[in-house]
């Protein structure tokens, strides 16, 4: 699989503060890169670094195998993207603003621009003024702008930020459809949730230094957390029992025969010990995998938001 961004040895300084030091990843073709990290870790400045709107104080950065510093023109050919809310005009329709965006990045012509209408789902309403779209209509059309000279690589940087849940399933499927079309995109979002459904690979900043670049299995089995859910015939009663004999527990009740435990699996069999000799019927041991955000939590200390 070919690389379509590389990054390396990536820092930013800011007067005395080192806002970014010294990362590197890779992206490669087709690939969701989902960038995670608390408010205040790098992600944004190394964002803009990547679509040069910010320049590195050392490292490199190729896409497509152009350096964006002694090749801007020709690495940010091959780049789509979106931060938080795209620019459009409103007093104009969908399609005029795809026109002039076009006339803009150009040579792209009606049969692309209709094209891409079609991608992003928007044919019945293109022809309507733009202040007359929903915010994910108004996504969708950001996106389609994003798209009409082909880019290799989609950057997006909270691209969902105020979509409702349908919206958000909508613009998930879209990115899901660009990736198996070859289209390589980096998304830094902090709805992990929606991130853990379509990514392939994570990179995690913290402090600017970046942490791990794995795929989500790596991320869990690195985790010395497990979570167990526990069904037992009263889940009050073992609550009970275990706050009393096991007060340091991360556990709560989840409903009335069922209890959630997040601790490593070696604490399983004292548990199960104490439940039992309380008279607590088990039913059912059922071992769920941790959740992106509960890895996430972890590695980063759970202070702060993604």
Known sequence: MSVVLEVSGLSKKIGDRMIVNNISFNVKKGEIFGLLGPNGAGKTTTIRMLVGLARATEGNIAICGHDIQTDHRNALKYVGTIVENPELYPYLSGLENLRQFARLSGPIDEVKIAETVKLVGLEERIGDKVRRYSLGMRQR???GQALLHNPALLILDEPTNGLDPSGIREFRQLLLTLAAQGTSIL???HLLAELEQIVDRVGVIHH???ITTSTLDELRSRS?????MIHVD???KALACLKAEHHELNL???GAGQIII???ASILNPVLSSLIQAGVQIYKLEDQKSSLEDVFLTMTG???HA
């Open 224 to 228: 010395n957390v497990n979570r167990l």
């Open 252 to 254: 709560r009740s989840e």
């Open 262 to 264: 997040e601790e490593p």
């Open 234 to 236: 009263s889940a009050e």
């Open 208 to 210: 600017g230094k970046w």
């Open 141 to 143: 059309l950001g996106l």
């Open 302 to 304: 759970g202070n702060e």
């Open 187 to 189: 998304i830094s979002s």
